[in-house]
């Protein structure tokens, strides 16, 4: 049962710190202690202390913890969005005195912008040489923008996070990933369906395949969860499952245990442009915009 609000007398705002807001932002994010301690890199214990010394606090119960899949009351979901606010408040605070000197940080949770991302790169050096700008890989939803690591993010997928600004740059065609030795890497084009009597490998943490990718009437009948990239392609070199992905990770993921076969009755899948609503916190965040839209062709194809 939900714990009633109640009034937070001034006593009990301050024992709340800004740990205890990142602590309860990275347990929505990632719906889990366990994730949310690997993300925080402290103990499950550590987080279960954290985020109950926050519903004290706050005189109201967060988290629905009655479900093996930790579920945010409608106390937490309207408490995320005032904490992501605060965060991102903070972080803008103190990129206030830096920012001009500090790097931009874009993130990203697998794959970058696929193709463009090296012409991104070279192109943001040959206009912006005084300001460095860092491509940093995080595993997470939002590859770190709601919680303040990164200035943007490129993503993919539906991403519903509140207190962040998406538009769409273009879609990915989808591609099935087959162990190297396994007969399905001699087709030209495989089907949702030659995929369904082998175990799939899904990225549960930043991926965008889900067991809805297939009908309801014809599921796989076996899934095996990973983290990362790195741990599905090697579940998927070593035999133990097959999986599904954009054409962007067989871009800048070859691996020599993996073939990628073209999926053409998947849906296509979103590539975002992600940022926290508000001010940019780091003065050159718009030129960066402008240049994800001009590099991966979006002005033109909108007319900008």
């Known amino acids: 049962m939900t714990r009633p609000t109640r009034p937070t007398p001034a006593s009990a705002r301050n024992t709340v710190e800004l ?4 602590c309860f932002l990275a347990v929505a994010e990632e719906g889990s202690v366990t994730r949310a301690a690997g993300l925080l890199r402290v103990t499950q214990p550590a987080v ?3 985020l109950a010394a926050l519903e004290d606090a706050l005189g109201s119960r967060l988290v629905d913890r009655s479900t093996h899949h930790l579920r945010l009351t409608p106390a937490g979901r309207a408490f995320r969005d005032k904490a992501a606010g605060a965060v991102a408040a903070f972080e803008d605070a103190l990129d206030a005195g830096r920012s001009a000197h500090r790097p931009l940080r874009l993130g990203h949770a697998w794959s970058a912008a696929g193709p463009y991302t090296t012409p991104l790169l070279r ?3 040959e206009t912006h040489p005084d300001v460095p700008l860092e491509l940093l890989r995080i ?3 939002t590859a770190g923008l709601a919680r303040g690591a990164v200035d943007a993010a490129l993503l993919r997928g539906h991403v519903d996070t509140p207190g962040l600004v998406t538009e769409l740059l273009h879609t990915e065609a989808r591609v099935a990933a087959v162990p190297a030795d396994s007969p399905l890497a001699d087709r030209a084009r495989l089907r949702l369906a030659d995929l ?3 175990t799939i490998a899904l990225n549960t943490v930043s991926g965008t395949t889900t067991a809805d990718l297939w009908p309801a009437d014809a599921r796989p009948a076996a899934t095996i969860t990973v983290a990362n990239t790195d741990d599905w392609l090697a579940a998927i070199a070593a035999s133990r499952a097959v999986g599904v992905t954009t054409t962007a990770t067989a871009d800048l993921h ?7 076969v073209p999926l053409p009755d998947a849906p296509h899948v979103p590539v ?5 609503d508000g001010p940019p916190g780091h003065p050159a965040l718009r030129d960066l915009c402008a240049l994800v839209r001009e590099v991966t062709g979006r002005d033109a194809r909108h007319g900008h």
């Open 196 to 198: 369904t009597d082998h």
């Open 272 to 276: 975002l442009l992600a940022r926290r």
């Open 19 to 22: 740990r205890h807001l990142r």
């Open 123 to 125: 192109r943001w050096r």
């Open 139 to 141: 595993d997470d939803r």
């Open 254 to 260: 070859p691996h020599p245990g993996v073939v990628y």
């Open 48 to 50: 279960s202390r954290t």
